[in-house]
């Protein structure tokens, strides 16, 4: 997984990515029984539009196995949420979030998140990657 993230890190960072280090950080709801890591990052792009999502999905894809989600566990959203919770967020900005079993996982679920209704919900598109 940090071959892969640092791939796409390197590839956003020209321009997409707001220059800030992705810290993953653990999370733990024992209500629940959800556990893993995750990270978010602001884009620095006012719509992710087609054109983004394929440049997106093109750097993944070099260098990991990437299919496209149409459901997320609520393992996976409850990461996705606490992550995001680390930044003060708008509506309309969008972020680029990974979440994993643990920091060191070669499989993960990357989401491409937009932020709506006063921060308390969220647009997203999903990719399963398996690092190669």
Do not use: H, P
Not at 103 to 125: H, M, P, Q, Y
């Amino acid at each position: 997984m940090k071959k892969l993230l640092f791939f796409i890190i390197f590839t956003f960072a020209s321009g997409f990515l707001y220059s800030q280090s992705l810290d993953f950080k653990t999370y733990y709801e024992y209500k629940d029984g959800c556990e893993g890591a995750a990270a978010a990052e602001y884009i620095n792009s006012e719509k992710v539009d087609d054109a983004f999502i394929k440049t997106f999905v093109e750097a993944i894809s070099k260098n990991g196995n990437c299919r496209e989600l149409l459901k997320l566990s609520k393992n996976t959203l409850k990461l996705c949420e606490a992550a995001i919770s680390e930044w003060d967020v708008k509506d309309g900005e969008n972020y680029f979030v990974i979440c994993a079993a643990n920091k060191w996982a070669k499989e993960g679920i990357f989401l491409l998140v937009t932020i709506k209704d006063n921060g308390k919900s969220f647009d997203w598109r999903a990719w399963s990657v398996t690092e190669k």
